[in-house]
């Protein structure tokens, strides 16, 4: 069975937009539980009992032990000590193997995947030791379900792909168990970002369930798939699928599916922003869940009900329905479950200042997620109880809560948000405590993060502008398709009883309007594809700068803090310098090292990323100062020559910065490779355009020698996407120059 859980966590700047961020986390559970009723039990029951062979009569118990609901939890058990036990006594080891399996699988059910991954992995030892290669394969798939519970996705998806691996080669192949597989593979995916892999997995995963025609588990896949494309920002494709589920469920009069499809209906109208359609999907799934007495569900919808009232500012009933989650967690005995309310509950008061209380919720989190396995979900709540103590200016407690998390982050996940967040708290921290060296070793790593996850959103961004370019272009082709196949259905009901003469003209003019629409086609197609690659272009250029400003700005804000209490440490050690015994000196050189060290690394960082000059004071006070700091050097004489270039308010911002890039590199690349002395640097601004000519007296060009390097590239590519034109030559020993003409782009008067 696959159900769903929520794993949401705490942000600095943030803290409930990141709570509706993280929305879900299906988990896949063994296949042989899937699509089985009460009615499959009762059948089990009457062939038990009329069962006369032993070996039999144990593996219809280990079939029936594990649809026993948690209710009759204790028959269950007893079905599998009863198989288990003849299997041992009659040494039959595949059995044993089948025993094992069937107890990891009760325990995960029952919400304790921690035992369940012990029995697994018992499991795969004994296969492998007498070489039952199915018995293998299972054991290892569902020790994979475990680690994705536990948040260790690294393992979970080796042991995932090693399962999928060895069910492949089975002749026949089992569909169910693949199709279970690619699910579980999905899932993995999904949840570390890559959601175009993770896409084509559950489609997969769902072709291998029609084709064993199972509309049991084709309901939980269409689930997965749902989900996706939420992931993917297709909210209204989304919605149509949880209907599709919503169906499905109906047909069979799976009550359980229907709460499910209710709940995930609530996630995806919150994900898209329609909170009041989600309050009605969630309360729903309440009055649905009280009915049939589903404690799990009805905990599952009224924390997520909660986290909607408090994105909708609504926190009247939010203590109420928090504290209603829990209770009917614990009737459940869903200990996950418990340990997510208690988390989502924590957060909440966090924001709302009420410490001893949140301090309380968190720690019930965190105990309850390490005894399951939960590593990364336990890490999360002791992040968040660092930040609590930090707030309440606990900085010892702060530091252990802290330092116990970090590593189980860097051994875990390759998810970096909650790392990057550690990292900003454990930089805070040591601010406070006055250690400087850590705190500015902690920003460092939190700025690699920052722009690691930069990338990834990038990637992400790039990935939905092309899935949206994809099917946008499918539904063209279909259109096109299906007004071809009309075109050709009315020249066979006009070429029936017409004379030759009308039906030669006929069939000229549809041969002319087939013409005339494959070429508007072709066309479409090719400016939409030009289009495509303009808007993703500009998308991700708007995206680069903004970040770029972001992080400059954050770099100032921060540095700037630090830089304070530095000075106030060299007010301090004034007062000591002449007192014996007081080492000052000493003082005074580490904080030097430490101001040299802060100013030094501010500098680089924040040049690279935005030029401070050019915000401030223009395009040409920016190539100015870009000059100034070469010629500082003593090593290369920049001559400027400016035309023009006094007003240039009207540009475009982007434009200016490219102009800037443009120099930038060019000037980098004379540093890197030309071994020159002296550089001309003209910039004329003509009336439509700029025309950028800069000369070195270097060694020039090999002619032979490849001239497209990185730098060159980089180069043409800013010109290009400028619309602009670019020649480069020299001769060697004799220098080289770069000519470029730009034409002026100005601000969009609309925005």
Avoid at 64 to 86: I, T
Avoid at 368 to 381: D, F, M, T, V
Wanted: proline residues 1%; hydrophobic residues 35%.
């Amino acid at each position: 069975m696959i159900f769903t859980q929520i794993n949401s966590s705490i942000r600095n700047s943030d803290l409930l937009s990141n709570l509706l961020k993280k929305l879900v986390l299906p988990i896949a559970c063994s296949v042989l539980t899937v699509g089985m009723g009460q009615s499959k039990i009762d059948s089990l029951s009457q062939l038990i009992e009329n069962e006369k062979s032993p070996s039999e009569k144990a593996q219809l118990q280990l079939k029936r032990g594990v649809l026993l609901s948690k209710n009759q939890g204790e028959k269950g058990f007893k079905d599998l000590e009863s198989a288990l036990s003849f299997f041992t006594q009659n040494k039959d080891n595949k059995g044993e193997t089948d025993s094992y399996i069937a107890y990891g699988n009760l325990y995960f059910m029952y919400g304790d995947p921690k035992r369940a991954s012990h029995y697994d992995s018992i499991a795969i030892k004994l296969a492998e030791k007498i070489s039952y290669k199915k018995g293998r394969a299972v054991a290892i798939g569902n020790l994979g379900r475990e680690f994705i519970t536990f948040g260790n996705f690294n393992k979970a998806e080796k042991l995932i792909q090693q399962a999928i691996s060895l069910e492949e080669k089975f002749n026949p192949q089992d569909a169910n168990r693949l199709a279970e597989l690619y699910s579980r593979y999905n899932i993995i995916e999904g949840s570390q970002g890559n959601y175009l892999k993770s896409l084509e997995l559950i489609e997969k995963a769902i072709e291998f369930s029609e084709t064993a025609k199972d509309d049991k588990q084709l309901s939980l896949l269409y689930t997965n798939y749902a989900i996706t494309l939420s992931r993917l920002s297709k909210f209204d494709e989304a919605v149509e699928v949880h209907f599709k589920v919503m169906r499905l469920c109906e047909k069979m009069k799976d009550t359980l599916g229907l709460l499910r499809v209710y709940n995930n209906l609530g996630i995806a109208f919150r994900s898209g922003g329609e909170s009041d359609k989600a309050i009605t999907y969630y309360k729903k799934s309440i009055a649905l869940a009280k009915t049939t007495n589903s404690y799990k569900s009805l905990g599952l919808s009224l924390v997520n009900l909660a986290t909607v009232y408090v994105k909708k500012e609504q926190l009247d009933a939010v203590d109420t329905l928090y504290t209603q989650g829990i209770q009917y967690f614990e009737i459940a005995s869903d200990t996950g479950g418990i340990a997510f309310a208690n988390h989502n509950y924590g957060n909440f008061l966090l924001l709302t200042k009420n410490y001893a209380e949140a301090d309380k919720r968190l720690q019930v989190a965190y105990n309850l997620r390490k005894q399951i396995g939960a590593e990364l979900a336990a890490a999360n709540s002791l992040s968040v109880l660092g930040k609590s103590a930090m707030d309440q200016e606990k900085w010892k407690e702060a530091e252990e809560y802290l330092l116990t998390a970090e590593p189980i982050y860097k051994g875990k996940s390759r998810d970096n948000r909650n790392l990057k967040e550690l990292y900003g708290y454990l930089k805070e921290l040591y601010i406070e405590k006055g250690n400087f060296e850590k705190a500015l070793n902690y920003q460092t790593q939190e700025l690699e993060l920052e722009k690691t996850i930069f990338t990834e959103n990038e990637k992400v961004n790039a990935l939905k502008a092309e899935t949206a370019y994809d099917l946008e272009k499918r539904d063209l082709e279909m259109v096109i398709q299906k007004e071809e196949e009309q075109l050709a259905r009315q020249r066979l009901l006009l070429g029936g009883g017409s004379v030759v003469l009308i039906l030669l003209l006929i069939s000229l003019s549809l041969w002319l309007r087939r013409r005339q629409l494959k070429e508007r086609h072709q066309a479409h197609i090719t400016n939409l594809g030009q289009q495509h690659r303009l808007n993703l272009t500009k998308s991700l250029k708007d995206s680069e700068q903004q970040e770029r400003k972001k992080i400059a700005n954050k770099l100032h804000d921060e540095a700037g803090s630090m830089l304070s209490i530095a000075i106030l440490n060299l007010k301090q050690v004034q007062g000591d310098v002449f007192n014996e015994g007081s080492n000052a000196g000493q003082k005074l050189e580490t904080t030097q090292k430490l101001l040299v060290d802060i100013s030094d690394s501010v500098r680089l960082i924040s040049h690279s990323l935005m030029p401070v000059a050019l915000e401030k004071y223009g395009l040409k006070a920016a190539i100015h100062d870009l000059a100034n700091a070469v010629n500082t050097s003593q090593k290369l004489k920049v001559e400027e020559i400016f035309e023009g270039l006094d007003d240039t308010d009207s540009w475009g911002e982007e434009f200016c910065l490219t102009v800037y890039r443009i120099v930038q590199e060019a000037i980098n690349n004379i540093i890197k490779h030309a071994q020159a002395t002296h550089v001309l640097l003209q910039i004329v601004e003509l009336e439509e355009s700029v025309t950028i000519y800069i000369e070195d007296n270097g060694r020039g060009m090999d002619t032979n020698a490849k001239k497209d390097g990185i730098g060159l590239k980089m180069l043409k590519r800013n010109v290009e996407y400028l619309n602009g034109t670019i020649e480069i030559n020299g001769n060697a020993n004799k220098g080289t120059f770069i000519l470029a003409e730009l034409p002026i782009e100005k601000k969009d008067n609309d925005n």
